[in-house]
Structures are given as structure tokens and as C-alpha cells.
């Protein structure tokens, strides 16, 4: 079956750091951008951070930078997102998403194409 | 970043009405643009991406239209599947930045 799952998440005091894993099965890995989204409770959606197919380009939202790390194990099919120096407001649902990175003569485009069913992060004391 | 304005913030329609829901950037990403819907505890789906075309599998009703800073996404008949709440995102640089979201509701 093609999915990914998400896994990780729970209650963590502030300061405190989690790990959050994402497993990929039905489809090739490799070759696909994978990010994470996340959604706090009742708020909309979030773009948090991508990685490139092999690992060379990450990106971050600015609220994250220097405290989350995106990376991937290809051999192993599955996504991480290392969360330290968590916060109250890092609260949400984070998701695991797939992007084919779309082509055409213009140019390259994104297309989350497939998302996890998510993992709730809560971060209070 | 670049911000992302959707509007309306929550529209009320009823089934077989002809929808438009817009979205605006705070500068130009061409036709760098995607729409996803999404249900009350669910993941959200791929509608369209660079601006107007469709993800396949998804129904013919819903199309997207814009370039620059303008966009829209129209649903040309509401069917009852079809409330939920729409979000724009721009994949023109990063960070990577949604609309605050649609919410469609039954009238």
C-alpha cells in the first residue's frame, strides 16, 4: 500500500526536545522532495521544512530555524524531523508529505501529493 | 516571506452553486500556486498545482485560474463532498507560505 506514516509525537515540557519519524512504503523513496507540515489546534496549515531527494538542500520556516533538523535515510525509506528547544506554540499536528516536484518548461512546482495522518505534538508544562 | 490572502475567510453556499474562492500574494509568483482542501480531521488533498493544473483524480467541477498575484480556485458545481476548508500555498520561494483557509459551509 502506498503511504506514509508519521510516528514521534506526544507531550513534552518546554525547553524539551522530540523526534518525530515518518515511514514510506509503496513507492520509491528516493525519489521525491518530503516535507513537513504541521497545523495547531483549530489554525491553518503550516509549511515547516523541506529536504531534497538526496539530502543535499534542506529548508526551514524561519520560527524553527536553528532548533528543528530535517533529514532522511533513503535506504531505509523514511523522514525525521529533529525538534529541540520546543515551545508552546510548536504545538500542532505535524504531518509527513510527498512532492513529486512537478515539471514543465516554465519551471519546477510543488504538488503535496501525499500526506501522513499526521502526529500530535504538544508542547506544555 | 511572502503573505498569502485568501478571501472569503468562510463563504456559506448551498449544492449545485457555483463557487470562487481568491487568493492573493503580497508579490508576484507567477503561476507558482497550489490548492488543497481539507476535512474535519483529515490530511489534506491536492487539488491543483502551478496554478491550474489538476491533480489527477480529482473531479473536473473544481479549476484554477491566476498568475502573478491574483489566483482563484472555482468549484462550478458544489457537490455535498465538497464543504470543507481551502487553502492556497505559494511555491514560488521560501519560506514555503499558505492562505489562512476557506472555510465552505453549507447554506
Known amino acids: 500500500e502506498v503511504q506514509l506514516v508519521e510516528s514521534g509525537g506526544g507531550l513534552v515540557q518546554p525547553g524539551g526536545s522530540l523526534r518525530l519519524s515518518c515511514g514510506a512504503s509503496g513507492f520509491t523513496f528516493s525519489n521525491y522532495w518530503m516535507i513537513w507540515v504541521r497545523q495547531a489546534p483549530g489554525k491553518g496549515l503550516e509549511w515547516v521544512s523541506n529536504?531534497?531527494?538526496?539530502?543535499?538542500?534542506?529548508y526551514y520556516v524561519d520560527s524553527v530555524k536553528g532548533r528543528f533538523t530535517i533529514s532522511r535515510d533513503n535506504a531505509k525509506n523514511s523522514l525525521y524531523l529533529q525538534m529541540n528547544s520546543l515551545r508552546a506554540e510548536d504545538t500542532a499536528v505535524y504531518y509527513c508529505v510527498r512532492d513529486p516536484d512537478y515539471s514543465d518548461s516554465s519551471g519546477y512546482y510543488d504538488a503535496f501529493d501525499m500526506w501522513g495522518q499526521g502526529t500530535m505534538v504538544t508542547v506544555s508544562s | 516571506a511572502i503573505q498569502m490572502t485568501q478571501s472569503p475567510s468562510s463563504l456559506s453556499a448551498s449544492v449545485g452553486d457555483r463557487v470562487t474562492i481568491t487568493c492573493r500574494a503580497s508579490q508576484g509568483i507567477r503561476n507558482e500556486l497550489g490548492w488543497y482542501q481539507q476535512k474535519p480531521g483529515k490530511a489534506p488533498k491536492l487539488l491543483i498545482y502551478?496554478?491550474?493544473t489538476l491533480q489527477s483524480g480529482v473531479p473536473s467541477r473544481f479549476s484554477g485560474s491566476g498568475s502573478g498575484t491574483d489566483f482563484t480556485l472555482t468549484i462550478s458545481s458544489l457537490q455535498p463532498e465538497d464543504f470543507a476548508t481551502y487553502y492556497c500555498l505559494q511555491d514560488y520561494n521560501y519560506p514555503r507560505t499558505f492562505g489562512q483557509g476557506t472555510k465552505l459551509e453549507i447554506k
Open positions: 529536504i531534497r531527494q538526496d539530502g543535499s538542500q534542506k
Open positions: 502551478a496554478a491550474s
